[in-house]
């Protein structure tokens, strides 16, 4: 599966996947010429490999491929986390709407300002359970992307989902919440607005809804951008989402004046952004498990895995009465950041 977009290292994978590509190739060709009638030619053909030789070194290469692949994503440091988070082919907030939200309607515009593509909100069923799917969506091709902001939702998208949340919560419906940007939208629209404000309220707000929420940063958890939407009851990450105060070049370009393969380094070791720091820390509750070469490489079943994540995960909270869900969850938010110091002995 071999595309344009490449990571860098990637490279021993993108090579043995140019091999398999041009394995498949003379395969094809050899059924194409096998369908066809012979032709006794005149000149003879020098003999090339069998059928059974092709297909013997294609599965030779796709075991050589999946081997590769588990050794290049077993040890990912913190930046090349990030670059896969980033990945253009990785699944978004629709991609797995698709895959396994059942009658999805969705729900536009926040009755002040007007609607945000890059916040989509809609009813759905995640198994047997009717919910409220809210979700940060970046778009796939550049016109979808430049009306999405690449992710980067206005304070219109926060209150068109705070809205939708509260009318879950007035059904009794649990809320699911996908988190994917570098940050909430920074331009002078957005701040005139009140980007700010959006986000605060909505944190505030979501504090204190009656009604199961679970939050999963798919991608990027960037910032308030990404806590817009993700005070929730249960927080989890997928394996190679990352998920801090601020991106890697931000950090950078604060602490060292300028951001560049260096910096950007240095600050995502420091900022603890990946979802096996994040987990350590005590800021989420579970790790969701991506196939061998990350999500973008098998979409569907990074789905499942989603999926199920989140029916066991609603399926808990609905047994809790809504008093003390909420005062649950007030507790959790307090929790984060707490730090035990031992006493200094008296003399």
Known sequence: MSSFYQLEFERPVIEIEREIDEVRRSLGRQGLRSAQPVVVSPVPETPGPSQEQLEVRLAELEQKREAALAEVYRELDPWQTVRVARHPARPQTRDFIGAFCRDFCELHGDRRFGDDPAMVTGFARIGSLKCLVVGHQKGRDTQEKLACHFGCAHPEGYRKALLKMQLAEKFGLPIVTFVDTPGAYPGLGAEQRGQAEAIAVNMREMSRLRTPIVSIVIGEGGSGGALGIAVADRVAMLQYAWYSVISPEGCAAILWKQ???????????????????????????????????????????????????????????????PEVLVQRRYERFRRLGQVLEAGVEAR
């Open 259 to 321: 951001a560049n393969e260096q910096t950007n380094q240095a600050a995502a070791r420091a900022l603890k952004l990946t979802a096996r720091d994040n987990l350590s820390l005590g800021i989420i509750d579970s790790i969701i498990p991506e196939p061998v070469g990350a999500a973008h490489r098998d979409p569907a079943l990074t789905a499942r895995n989603l999926e199920r994540w989140i029916v066991d995960a609603l399926g808990e909270l609905r047994q809790i009465d």
